[in-house]
Structure formats: C-alpha cells, structure tokens
C-alpha cells in the first residue's frame, strides 16, 4: 500500500495547481501540472513493472 500512498499523495499535491491552471488560466501552474504527470506516469510505471514481477515470482 506504500506505492498507493505515494501516488494517492502527488495528485493530492497537484490540487492547487490544477485549481489554478484551469480556474485562473496560470500559465506556470500548467509548468507545474505537466511536470507532476510526467512523475505520475513514472510513478506508475515503477508500479506496473513491480506488480508484474511480484505476479511472476508466484
């Protein structure tokens, strides 16, 4: 549950600046939503790759 918690904790930690990227139009706020995604999608990658090998080592 620790990778959930982790995941879960950086799109929490994305709010703001989508609130503001997409309420205010700020043009660095949208800097700041593209680059936490980008650490999503790796996030998640680390996540796929690690449940696949605990699937396979069973």
Known sequence: MKRFDQVRGLVASLEGDFEKFYDKSN???????????????????????????????D
Not at 35 to 49: D, F, I, S
Request: net charge positive; with cysteine; glycine share 6%.
């Open 27 to 57: 043009q660095a706020a949208g800097t700041r939503v593209r680059k936490g995604m980008q650490e999503l999608k790796n996030l998640c990658q680390e996540v796929r790759v690690e449940v696949q090998s605990m699937k396979n080592d």
